[in-house]
């Protein structure tokens, strides 16, 4: 939850309404300058892609979140968000009016449009930040608070506060527990408390966050009653910190039930989901449609030569909620019947020399790519295995089943930091659950785009626990 201004609520209708004006300003100047150019001649379609071009900002946008209620609470995310859409512009227009256009003559006037553009933005951004630093400090436009308790969950909740730049932290009101705010029976409410709240309210605190055990929230009566004398919201923070792991989340299903939640699941936002899944479409669309007409065949004919069999080698493994799904792959053993219970490991016999050539290179797993257009996978996120390591990993490796809560993916975050092939070692794929769990829990879509220039830096380089 962002705690809210008015400035804050405002600007989530005036940064968008903003930068759709800036872009388009920016675009149009643009243009005006080219009329002057030798390359204005049949520049036409500029024109009449400017809704192309808008449309594209939106889809970055949103995807990036730039214009998401959460992302307003601190300027650094907008900052981070906007240059993040830019790049992101920049890649799809640019491809966009390559694929429809011809470009010959305007490389170095794209090059002039995205400078003009990062510029307008820095100037915009800046501008906001001047704006905000005025409501803030000579307007008084933000919310004074303060905390009562000065328990563990009271101490983490006011540096919480302090950080927030819309916040005025005002301090701790009673925050002594060892005198009596809250002993083993009752909440005690005493006249130095009163003092405090009163002053507290005199002095513009407009809500006062109390962290407090469950198990007093019926004392809590007092409290609430002297809150309302001085007009003080009272905001109830569980004092729970003791008892379950940090971090922890609540929300309430249906308005009234209060809902803990022990694990941050970035994938359990609809919206989240709906960016993964339309990044994933566009990324295997653009390979399968670029990539695999041509590489499929060529791999193919290669297969053939060398050995008997199919081209693809399928395989049941499990995905998503641990159901379970046929994954491709180019074929890179001779035929055996150990392939659904045997791991590759390094000198393996059953290996072919264009398989081992695709296996070092990772092109063997280009099928896969066909898994993620279908939605069985994606393009990032743990990788799957099979059915028969599912069943004999899950009963002793703690929390090996928590990664199978979303799409497994053709490369992850394990892969990228070397957890990949043979996990016969102790430890080995207990460290590779971890950076699965770590990537479900931060999961965002820089992060995903990250790890795919990692993936193909790796590929280039060599990773030595590739075969």
Same mark, same amino acid.
């Given at each position: 939850?962002?705690?809210?201004?008015?400035?804050?609520?405002?600007?989530?209708?005036?940064?968008?309404?903003?930068?759709?004006?800036?872009?388009?300003?920016?675009?149009?100047?643009?243009?005006?300058?080219?009329?002057?150019?030798?390359?204005?001649?049949?520049?036409?379609?500029?024109?009449?892609?400017?809704?192309?071009?808008?449309?594209?900002?939106?889809?970055?946008?949103?995807?990036?979140?730039?214009? &998401? @209620?959460? +992302?307003?609470?601190?300027?650094?995310?907008?900052?981070?968000?906007?240059? %993040?859409?830019?790049? *992101? =512009?920049? $890649?799809?227009?640019?491809?966009?009016?390559?694929?429809?256009?011809?470009?010959?003559?305007?490389?170095?006037?794209?090059?002039?449009?995205?400078?003009?553009?990062?510029?307008?933005?820095?100037?915009?951004?800046?501008?906001?930040?001047?704006?905000?630093?005025?409501?803030?400090?000579?307007?008084?436009?933000?919310?004074?608070?303060?905390?009562?308790?000065?328990?563990?969950?009271?101490?983490?909740?006011?540096?919480?506060?302090?950080?927030?730049?819309?916040?005025?932290?005002?301090?701790?009101?009673?925050?002594?527990?060892?005198?009596?705010?809250?002993?083993?029976?009752?909440?005690?409410?005493?006249?130095?408390?009163?003092?405090?709240?009163?002053? &507290? @309210?005199? +002095?513009?605190?407009?809500?006062?966050?109390?962290?407090?055990?469950?198990? %007093?929230?019926?004392? *809590? =009566?007092? $409290?609430?009653?002297?809150?309302?004398?001085?007009?003080?919201?009272?905001?109830?923070?569980?004092?729970?910190?003791?008892?379950?792991?940090?971090?922890?989340?609540?929300?309430?299903?249906?308005?009234?039930?209060?809902?803990?939640?022990?694990?941050?699941?970035?994938?359990?936002?609809?919206?989240?989901?709906?960016?993964?899944?339309?990044?994933?479409?566009?990324?295997?669309?653009?390979?399968?449609?670029?990539?695999?007409?041509?590489?499929?065949?060529?791999?193919?004919?290669?297969?053939?030569?060398?050995?008997?069999?199919?081209?693809?080698?399928?395989?049941?493994?499990?995905?998503?909620?641990?159901?379970?799904?046929?994954?491709?792959?180019?074929?890179?053993?001779?035929?055996?019947?150990?392939?659904?219970?045997?791991?590759?490991?390094?000198?393996?016999?059953?290996?072919?020399?264009?398989?081992?050539?695709?296996?070092?290179?990772?092109?063997?797993?280009?099928?896969?790519?066909?898994?993620?257009?279908?939605?069985?996978?994606?393009?990032?996120?743990?990788?799957?295995?099979?059915?028969?390591?599912?069943?004999?990993?899950?009963?002793?490796?703690?929390?090996?089943?928590?990664?199978?809560?979303?799409?497994?993916?053709?490369?992850?975050?394990?892969?990228?930091?070397?957890?990949?092939?043979?996990?016969?070692?102790?430890?080995?794929?207990?460290?590779?659950?971890?950076?699965?769990?770590?990537?479900?829990?931060?999961?965002?879509?820089?992060?995903?785009?990250?790890?795919?220039?990692?993936?193909?830096?790796?590929?280039?380089?060599?990773?030595?626990?590739?075969?």
């Amino acid at each position: 939850m962002i705690l809210q201004t008015r400035y804050l609520y405002i600007l989530r209708y005036v940064l968008p309404i903003a930068d759709i004006l800036t872009l388009n300003l920016v675009y149009f100047l643009w243009l005006y300058g080219l009329e002057f150019t030798s390359v204005s001649a049949g520049i036409d379609f500029l024109r009449r892609d400017l809704v192309v071009c808008n449309l594209v900002w939106l889809f970055a946008a949103l995807y990036f979140g730039l214009y &998401a @209620a959460h +992302e307003y609470g601190r300027l650094e995310q907008i900052y981070r968000c906007t240059w %993040r859409t830019v790049v *992101m =512009h920049a $890649l799809l227009f640019v491809a966009y009016l390559f694929l429809q256009h011809d470009l010959k003559s305007l490389g170095i006037s794209m090059l002039i449009l995205y400078a003009l553009l990062s510029f307008a933005f820095i100037l915009s951004r800046f501008i906001g930040t001047a704006i905000q630093f005025l409501l803030i400090h000579k307007f008084n436009a933000s919310k004074r608070v303060a905390v009562m308790g000065g328990n563990a969950t009271g101490a983490r909740l006011a540096d919480y506060l302090k950080g927030q730049r819309n916040i005025d932290f005002y301090g701790f009101i009673r925050d002594n527990n060892k005198d009596g705010l809250f002993n083993d029976d009752e909440f005690h409410l005493d006249e130095l408390a009163l003092v405090e709240m009163q002053l &507290a @309210a005199t +002095e513009g605190v407009e809500d006062l966050y109390v962290a407090v055990p469950p198990d %007093r929230m019926a004392k *809590m =009566h007092t $409290l609430i009653h002297e809150a309302d004398k001085y007009c003080l919201r009272l905001k109830f923070v569980p004092d729970i910190a003791g008892a379950l792991a940090a971090p922890y989340q609540i929300s309430y299903m249906g308005g009234e039930f209060p809902i803990i939640t022990l694990r941050e699941e970035p994938m359990e936002l609809m919206s989240n989901r709906f960016k993964k899944r339309a990044f994933d479409l566009v990324f295997s669309s653009l390979v399968i449609v670029f990539v695999l007409t041509w590489l499929f065949p060529v791999i193919a004919l290669l297969i053939k030569l060398e050995s008997k069999g199919p081209v693809l080698f399928r395989q049941l493994r499990s995905g998503r909620n641990d159901e379970p799904f046929w994954c491709f792959k180019f074929r890179s053993m001779r035929l055996n019947t150990d392939s659904e219970r045997k791991q590759a490991v390094r000198g393996d016999d059953r290996i072919t020399a264009i398989g081992a050539f695709l296996r070092k290179t990772s092109l063997d797993e280009m099928p896969q790519f066909l898994n993620v257009f279908l939605g069985s996978m994606s393009v990032v996120g743990p990788r799957p295995h099979m059915l028969s390591h599912t069943e004999a990993y899950k009963a002793v490796i703690d929390q090996f089943m928590v990664r199978h809560f979303m799409k497994p993916g053709i490369t992850g975050w394990a892969q990228v930091n070397g957890c990949r092939g043979e996990t016969k070692e102790d430890g080995a794929m207990e460290e590779r659950v971890k950076h699965d769990v770590w990537y479900l829990e931060n999961w965002t879509g820089m992060l995903d785009v990250k790890i795919i220039f990692m993936t193909i830096i790796n590929m280039f380089k060599g990773d030595t626990n590739a075969f």
